[in-house]
């Protein structure tokens, strides 16, 4: 069955630490893709980065980081010289052809607090 | 700003009532999606239209339905609330729907609260 863990259900740093969000995924196909989003405090779910399972390259983007394992089945995010703005509940999620349509299976959110 | 709306912001009502959600997609998106959010459930697809016809169902109540119109917005409608259908409810939108992997915008949100 195709399911996302995201085992650390709230993180606690302080402005300017480095933290690693993690992703473990399972799936039955050898083509998915993958998807982190960030909901802040306002409550809207915001898109950050979509990844398909043949490219396992790692991907940054300003201080956000991804690194896809296959290996480990893993999608981890990290966040740079973390910022207050940066505290947001971050979801990982998978979408496979064994799911009908496109839809999105979610991992259970990691609550991010970022203090000053 | 996804660019998908959602009306109305914040929903309260009673149990046994009936509400419409109304969501429109981003401007040349042919999908829609339905999600909700609760506290013990996190977030649980619904429902998924793509040119006004339904293309896949998850765990939607035989109290909700939902239609896609010919404008491409949609609607989501859920009867005979119970207290445990309070929840956010999302849409979001893609631009095919034909398969897995589409990036989903999505809107921000109707926040449902059944007294």
């Known amino acids: 069955a195709q399911k996302v863990t995201q085992a650390q259900t709230e993180i606690s740093v302080v402005e300017k630490e480095d933290v690693t969000l993690d992703c473990v995924y399972e799936t039955r196909d050898t083509t998915y893709y993958l998807f982190w989003y960030k909901q802040p405090p306002s409550g809207e779910l915001v898109f950050l980065i979509r990844?398909?399972?043949?490219?396992?390259q790692n991907e940054i983007s300003g201080r956000y980081s991804w690194n896809f394992q296959k290996s480990t089945s893993s999608f981890n995010f990290t966040i740079t010289a973390s910022q207050v703005v940066d505290s947001a509940v971050y979801f990982c999620?998978?979408?496979?052809?064994?799911?009908?349509?496109?839809?999105?299976?979610f991992g259970q959110g990691t609550e991010l607090s970022v203090k000053p | 700003d996804s660019g998908v709306t959602q009306t109305p912001k914040h929903l309260i009502t009673a149990t046994g009532q009936r509400v419409t959600l109304r969501c429109s997609p981003r401007s040349g998106d042919l999908s829609v999606y339905w999600y909700q959010q609760s506290l013990d459930q996190g977030l649980q697809f619904l429902i998924q239209?793509?040119?006004?016809?339904?293309?896949a169902k998850g765990n939607i109540l035989e109290r909700f339905s939902a239609q896609q119109f010919p404008d491409l917005h949609s609607e989501l409608n859920l009867s005979s609330l119970e207290l445990g259908d309070s929840a956010l409810y999302f849409c979001a939108s893609s631009i095919g729907g034909q398969g897995a992997g589409e990036t989903q915008y999505f809107g921000p949100g109707t926040r449902l609260l059944v007294l």
């Open positions: 990844r398909n399972s043949f490219d396992e």
């Open positions: 239209y793509y040119n006004g016809e339904e293309r």
């Open positions: 999620a998978l979408s496979d052809p064994y799911n009908q349509g496109g839809k999105l299976i």
